[in-house]
């Protein structure tokens, strides 16, 4: 079969577009042929050496896939071969065929894409789980995203609307804002040309907001922390702009706020049963048609590492998909 491969860590030009040998699947996993693969953040990071693990070499990054299954190992029930399925992996995506393992894997609902479905798990998994776990997020409170345009960023917007929230979205140009607007920011900010923290009294008259919902990092994560309301939630999301930021932890005992982990892969593993409940609202969600991904723009196999490169430049918007079938 044909993947992506990684025999050194390393940028996107590092990467290898090679034949290797079709995985077999072992107990309580299924051996899906990938039909579609998102590129995600965690990718990016994956491939230097950056993330919170990493892999054996060789190996091939992506972590949602979505397919048919190919092949079942033992002990496994729920699926049989020929299902449409949707699953997440820590990496191995970026490749004609994929293990997974059967609790991480789903059916894929009828009328969603295999593109749609590839881009559907983590990125609302994680706003889902940070919204509705880590913040507790109320009717009527009002939340900032950082980063609103991006991958998880919009699934925050959605779901933040979705569960009554006011949203303020701030992003880096004009057309990542329009963007935003589109999907039902009440208000925007370009945080590249406004002062962050100024203009968040601003919209909030004075009191600040109650959730931060922040992917980005860098400097924005303290100066949005410095417009927080009293009790605030400020999520740690990731690091998208390069940077772990160093807060003055003072800003939180001034203001009563907490600053919150967010880590949806180690939920899912560690508190199964509430990441399946998750999963379940959020497919049912899109089944009715509150949800929709926004893909940006779809590569082929061979083009993986100019997607992975456009991540890393911060040039997408919504999400970005590996197709098999291109």
Not at 185 to 192: K, L, R, S, W
Not at 227 to 249: D, M, Q, S, T, Y
Request: charged share 25%; with cysteine; hydrophobic share 40%.
């Amino acid at each position: 079969m044909k993947a992506i491969v990684c025999n050194k860590f390393g940028t996107p030009n590092t990467l290898q577009f090679q034949e290797i040998e079709s995985p077999s699947p072992k107990k309580d996993e299924i051996l899906i042929a990938v039909k579609a693969c998102s590129v995600n953040f965690p990718d990016t990071l994956i491939i230097q050496g950056k993330y919170q693990f990493r892999p054996e070499f060789p190996f091939s990054p992506g972590s949602d896939v979505a397919g048919i299954v190919e092949k079942i190992g033992e002990d496994v029930q729920q699926f049989k071969v020929g299902d449409k399925v949707v699953g997440f992996i820590s990496f191995g995506g970026f490749a004609e065929k994929a293990i997974v393992k059967a609790k991480d894997c789903f059916p894929k609902p009828k009328g969603m894409s295999m593109v749609n479905a590839s881009a559907f798990l983590l990125a609302y998994g994680t706003s889902y789980h940070a919204l509705k776990d880590r913040a507790n997020l109320q009717k009527g409170e009002t939340i900032l995203i950082l980063g609103a345009s991006g991958g998880v960023g919009l699934t925050a917007l959605e779901l933040a609307k979705l569960m009554g929230a006011k949203v303020i979205a701030a992003a880096s140009t004009k057309e990542k804002l329009d963007l935003c607007t589109q999907f039902g920011a009440d208000e925007v900010i370009n945080y590249t040309e406004e002062s962050l923290k100024d203009k968040v009294k601003e919209l909030t008259n004075g009191s600040g907001v109650d959730v931060i919902y922040d992917p980005v990092g860098g400097h924005f994560s303290e100066l949005a922390l410095r417009a927080i309301a009293w009790k605030g939630r400020h999520l740690v999301i990731g690091f998208a702009n390069g940077e772990i930021p160093k807060i003055p932890i003072n800003l939180t005992l001034l203001k009563g706020a907490s600053i919150v982990g967010v880590f949806w892969g180690a939920f899912a593993q560690k508190e199964p049963k509430k990441s399946l409940e998750n999963i379940h609202q959020l497919l049912t969600w899109f089944t009715k048609g509150y949800l929709k991904p926004h893909i940006n723009k779809t590569y082929a196999l061979k083009e993986a590492p100019k997607a992975l490169e456009d991540m890393i430049q911060r040039k997408v918007k919504g999400k970005i998909v590996i197709d098999m079938d291109l």
